[in-house]
């Protein structure tokens, strides 16, 4: 079967660093994505991960580990605006549907 | 096109009627998707397009439910008989083969 787990909702403080993480079990691997998705617009696009290791993009980092079936995203110098929720989703086959996690809403505090 | 366009934005119909969604993916993009995502909930999955044939539609609900694709372009997702459980979200994406979907905006269907 296919499991993708995420925590639910997360807060964090403005200016601090947050680590969302996921988990998965998956009948086949081909990739694993993050996207953000603000409340009432559609999901856009942060990182893409293959390999095992660490995807650095400005804030924004995403580490994989494909023997643990395990990733997690980095967001550093949290800002307001990076309070929305955080999809995990991972693709089995080259070319085939994306499974989404239940995603993660994250608050960010002033 | 700039992006992956849905139309109508929003959509409420009443119980029992049929209904017709259309997405527009980003031009050469062979791959399209089709999502729906009910309130506070993650992104299911419903059927992937590669160019005209669907070799994914594990996702579709019921025998309600049905898209097609013409042209290599524009898809139509179709849903007869609406139920009131069909009131979410419908999101489609497109994408090249192997690379990361891009999002439409999506269709807010209300069944009443």
């Known amino acids: 079967g296919q499991n993708i787990d995420q925590p639910t909702e997360m807060t964090a403080t403005e200016g601090a660093i947050v680590q969302i993480n996921c988990t998965y079990q998956?009948?086949?691997?081909?990739?694993l994505f993050w996207y953000q998705q603000h409340a009432g617009e559609a999901p856009t696009f942060l990182s893409y991960?293959?390999?095992?290791g660490l995807e650095e993009k400005g804030r924004f980092s995403s580490f994989l580990s494909r023997s643990k079936g395990y990733s997690y995203l980095l967001l550093k110098e949290l800002q307001m605006k990076d309070s929305a929720s955080y999809l995990c989703?991972?693709?089995?086959?080259?070319?085939?549907?994306?499974?989404f996690g239940q995603g993660t809403e994250l608050s960010v505090k002033p | 096109g700039a992006g992956v366009s849905q139309s109508p934005s929003n959509k409420v119909t009443e119980k029992g009627k049929d209904v017709e969604l259309r997405c527009d993916p980003i031009s050469g993009h062979t791959a399209l998707y089709w999502y729906r995502q009910s309130l506070g909930q993650g992104l299911e999955f419903l059927i992937y397009f590669q160019g005209n044939s669907a070799p994914d539609k594990s996702g579709l609900p019921s025998d309600r439910f049905s898209a097609e694709r013409t042209g290599g372009s524009v898809s139509t997702l179709t849903i007869q008989r609406t139920q009131q459980e069909d009131s979410a979200v419908y999101l489609c994406a497109s994408s090249l083969v192997g690379t990361s979907p891009f999002f439409g905006p999506g269709t807010r269907l209300t069944v009443l």
């Open positions: 998956t009948s086949g691997f081909n990739g």
């Open positions: 991960n293959v390999l095992d």
């Open positions: 989703a991972v693709r089995e086959d080259q070319g085939g549907k994306l499974i």
